[in-house]
């Protein structure tokens, strides 16, 4: 039985990591997941008296070994050491598709709109991220409010210095937080302390520079313990066309690197956007036009779609990053999350700190809920509490390509998750008491729930 304990190691020429037995951990409460085979709305499931097994692999990588009922795998790891955590629920960590490590100092700022946002707090704060020592300050909180607010996964923008870039892998991929970013590009249309800069002997101009830093930094970082890189530019109307058709040609040459940006978030972007780039269909189309639609391209909002929109992201494999505390606060209009699923484009939610206005994923749902409620502007319905959690966790999972390995908790997945204490609050206490079924549950912890919510969240650590 004790074999049964240890993580078992298979390929002996990793005799080095085998060279010593490598703990399992198990841990008995409730356990939320997610069955894919399962419509949305009905894929959660909660084993109330579970057990999860974690344990690493042949790596090192702690991953999840077993997940079910107590009863049925209590006998198989009896000599596992068993936390009992009564009364809590263990979920899956939460997956922010989308957020900007160097705005944790604007959120919350007060302006008329994106454009006066970007204009009168982001650019000047995007500037003093050029000193490698305020990056590596700003990282380090930012990182810390994600795990405290149980977020594991998380796709961020640096800004368009390197040393940011370099700063925010770096303290990643010190906490082991599964990060994607990139150089931010932006060659025109902004302060020239945030733009992109040319190389300091003069030699090649922003564009150039920015496309070979990005190279270099996706060589670096991409892969790399946990961390990913994503081309970023930051979006059309912010960068030249020499430099989006270089971005397009990095995503063509390392096709499993990520691309992120931003889409039809307000009107006034768009008709920017339109201005810029007359020939393309669409703004979204510009973005096609250059080589950055495909699997694996996030884009955050997309919220002034037509039909034919909707149509060319799903057919090229991107995905939209749903941000609706940002959309509320900048007051940039509504997702049409009917349309996406009856067109058949994925997404999945987003905190967009700081234009959003919470590092929760509790109240980016509640959000979401809001917005798909709305129903002057589109068809309003009502998205269900397990569609919800689902989008911020296996389905966010699903949409960046990561499906199986992050964003839930069955066997093989990476050991990212929460301990949920749903007496964290009197209120809380007292109204998830009431709950009848797990719809109820969830929907109680996403309405009333923060921070205070989360009892410790857990990283998949290498040993
Ligand atoms: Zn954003």
Redesign the pocket.
């Known amino acids: 039985m004790l074999r049964r304990a240890f993580g078992q190691c298979p390929d002996s020429s990793l005799g080095s990591l085998c060279s010593r037995l490598l703990p399992m951990k198990a841990y008995r409460a409730s356990i939320l997941s997610f069955t894919p085979d399962r419509e949305q709305g009905s894929c959660a499931v909660l084993e109330d008296d579970g057990l999860l097994v974690v344990g690493p692999d042949p790596l090192g990588r702690q991953r999840v070994q077993a997940s079910g009922p107590y009863h049925q795998l209590k006998a198989h790891f009896q000599a596992v050491p068993t936390e009992n955590l009564h009364g809590r629920v263990i979920a899956p960590g939460f997956i922010d598709m989308?957020?900007?490590f160097a705005q944790t100092n604007v959120i919350g700022s007060p302006a008329d709109g994106l454009l006066p946002w970007l204009e009168h707090y982001t650019f000047p704060e995007e500037q003093r991220f050029s000193s490698a020592q305020y990056s590596t300050e700003a990282a380090r909180f930012f990182l810390d409010e994600l795990l405290r607010n149980g977020v594991t996964t998380a796709l961020s923008?640096a800004t368009c210095s390197t040393e940011s870039v370099e700063a925010l892998f770096c303290e990643a991929q010190q906490r082991r937080v599964r990060l994607i970013s990139g150089l931010c590009l932006m060659d025109r249309h902004a302060p020239a302390g945030v733009l992109n800069r040319a190389a300091p002997d003069g030699s090649r101009n922003a564009c150039e520079q920015s496309l070979i830093d990005s190279e270099v930094l996706l060589q670096k970082w991409h892969g790399r313990d946990r961390l990913g890189y994503a081309v970023t530019p930051r979006f059309a109307p912010s960068c030249s066309e020499e430099q989006l058709r270089g971005a397009g040609y990095l995503a063509e040459r390392y096709p499993e690197a990520w691309i992120q940006s931003?889409v039809a978030e307000s009107r006034d972007e768009i008709a920017w956007a339109r201005q810029l780039f007359p020939t393309s269909r669409s703004y979204l189309a510009t973005y096609a036009d250059f080589g950055l639609l495909r699997r694996r391209a996030v884009y955050?909002h997309c919220i002034h779609f037509d039909d034919q929109d909707r149509t060319l992201m799903r057919d090229s494999g991107a995905v939209a990053a749903v941000?609706p505390t940002?959309n509320l606060f900048l007051g940039s209009g509504f997702f049409d999350s009917a349309a996406a699923d009856r067109i058949g484009l994925q997404y999945g939610l987003a905190s967009?700190v700081g234009?959003g206005t919470s590092f929760s994923p509790f109240h980016t749902m509640l959000a979401a809920y809001y917005v798909a409620r709305e129903g002057q502007s589109k068809v309003g319905r009502s998205l269900s509490p397990q569609q919800l959690w689902w989008q911020h966790t296996a389905g966010a999972a699903r949409a960046l390509g990561l499906e199986g390995v992050v964003g839930n908790l069955r066997p093989g997945c990476e050991a990212d998750f929460i301990v949920l204490n749903p007496q964290a609050t009197p209120l809380l206490a007292r109204r998830s008491a009431q709950a009848n079924n797990l719809d109820e549950l969830l929907f109680a912890m996403i309405v009333l729930g923060d921070d205070r919510l989360i009892e410790r969240t857990v990283i998949s650590q290498a040993q």
Do not use: T
Request: hydrophobic content about 20%; charged content about 10%.
């Open positions: 989308h957020n900007h923008f931003h955050a941000s940002s967009d234009g």
